[in-house]
């Protein structure tokens, strides 16, 4: 689907979705548990692949609205009857692997093309140091993988600059071996605060999980259960950046963009609040209400080091392509292991809109108030993310943006367009 966007102002109360990392881990945690309920979950093409992967380890995943009841396989995933399909979410391959990891026999993982083509060695070679198998058939570090043979609890080294998902997906299933699992981190740790989601997401199912001197821990022998038997799923940082920089941006002088459901959390995202105020956006965040009021506002160039916070960069390079002065993303080398290669999808798509853009491997300087932003065609390459950003550059660039693949905003944020339309976006579904 392409998506036609005309220059527009934004106004008015909109809702933030759930958060998708949150919402993963707790369908995946209700899976490791007897039962249990998730509540204001995200329903999206993501979160639905790890409902499918709970219910092929044996699990049963009711759905009503946002509400999502889930009989678990309670620690003993069983083989599944066919190959599970992780679609486009790497959260879901990675969070799977190592449950695959604990059964008795062999579970066979796949993705789209994207998907085929990130990196899964490192956490193949922790299941097979922790006595499992884990394959990937190319023999490439990239899946379709085949995991299984009752990995054990032990101690396990691991990288930390890859992906995250690889720690949680060892701490979840860590906590249902005999053992344990300690994971040492051989390199710095990037994306670090979704380990914390992580911590938080297992503590709130009573499981205990600790950072320790060179890495993380997990006890072995627990059992997921949340207290009361639900959990309730936080709003989305990642999804409220767009937001936000929709209302700083293309904001009506009239009238704030109000977002509701923006809860404080362990989402390192949130940094987004403090990069559009430094930025020169007027934010107030009342914090007990979960409620941002962002108004329009003449931004100015900032730099920003995104290694906590991978999933912004998208939304601050279109910043940066409307602010004046230069905008510096640096530490971002992990945000090429994406659904795409983000830095350089950022700098090829907001060129196309006249943007002046300098890629580096591990930054990405885009200097903006030399030209102003001009309407054109341009490539969603097939991201969620990449799509929204370029969203944003559109509210304010001079004549009609194109953007193509534009469905694939189902991964995070379903209802995205729509929401931009009740903001006042002018926006045409081919
Ligand atoms: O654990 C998670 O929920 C995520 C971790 C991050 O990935 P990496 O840890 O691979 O950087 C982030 O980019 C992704 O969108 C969601
Ligand atoms: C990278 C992302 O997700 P995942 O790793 O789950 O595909 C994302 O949502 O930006």
């Known amino acids: 689907m392409d998506v036609r966007l005309s220059q527009s102002r934004v106004r008015g109360r909109t809702r933030a979705p759930p958060s998708k990392s949150y919402t ?8 490791y548990s007897d039962a249990a309920v998730v509540r204001d979950a995200l329903v999206s093409a993501d979160t639905k692949a790890t409902m499918r992967a709970v219910r092929a380890f044996g699990g049963t995943v009711e759905r009503d609205g946002q509400t999502v009841d889930v009989e678990g396989f309670d620690g003993r995933p069983e083989t599944p009857d066919n190959v599970i399909d992780c679609a486009n979410s790497g959260t879901t391959m990675r969070l799977v692997t190592a449950c695959a990891g604990l059964g008795e026999n062999l579970t066979v993982l796949t993705g ?3 998907l085929r083509s990130r990196p899964q060695g490192p956490l ?8 499992g198998r884990a394959e990937s058939t190319r023999r490439n570090g990239q899946a379709p993988l085949v995991v299984g043979d009752e990995m054990v609890g032990g101690t396990v080294e691991i990288p930390g600059d890859v992906s995250s998902q690889y720690i949680t997906a060892l701490l979840m299933a860590g906590a249902v071996t005999d053992e344990g699992i300690d994971v040492e981190l051989t390199t710095e740790l990037k994306s670090a605060p979704y380990v ?3 911590l938080e997401v297992l503590d709130d199912f009573g499981i205990e999980a600790t950072q320790t001197d060179d890495g993380f821990s997990v006890a072995g022998g627990q059992s997921y259960r949340p207290a009361g038997g639900e959990y309730s799923v936080p709003g989305d940082f990642s999804s409220i950046s767009y937001l936000l920089a929709a209302g700083a941006v293309a904001g009506a002088d ?7 459901g923006a809860r404080p959390s362990a989402q390192g995202d949130k940094a987004i609040v403090d990069i559009v105020r430094d930025m020169g956006a007027d934010v107030e965040w009342d914090q007990d209400a979960g409620e941002l009021v962002v108004s329009v506002a003449d931004l100015s160039g900032t730099t920003v080091d995104v290694g906590d916070t991978p999933d912004l960069l998208p939304t601050i390079a279109a910043l940066g392509a409307i602010a004046d002065g230069d905008t510096v993303i640096e530490n971002c080398e992990h945000v090429r292991y994406k659904e795409t290669d983000r830095v350089t999808a950022m700098a090829e798509e907001l060129a196309k809109m006249g943007a002046n853009v300098t890629e580096q ?3 990405l300087t885009i200097h903006g108030g030399d030209t102003d932003l001009v309407g054109a065609e341009v490539d969603g390459r097939g991201d969620h993310r990449i799509v929204m950003s370029l969203t944003v550059a559109a509210l304010v660039a001079d004549g009609e943006t194109t953007i193509s693949g534009a469905e694939h905003v189902d991964v995070s944020f379903p209802n995205f367009f729509e929401t931009m339309r009740d903001l006042g976006v002018d926006v045409t579904e081919d």
């Open 196 to 198: 914390d989601i992580t």
């Open 112 to 114: 789209d093309d994207s």
């Open 254 to 260: 009239d009238e704030p963009v109000v977002v509701e």
């Open 124 to 131: 193949l070679d922790a299941v097979f140091d922790l006595d």
């Open 361 to 363: 491997q591990d930054r």
């Open 24 to 31: 993963h881990r707790a369908i995946l945690a209700a899976g």
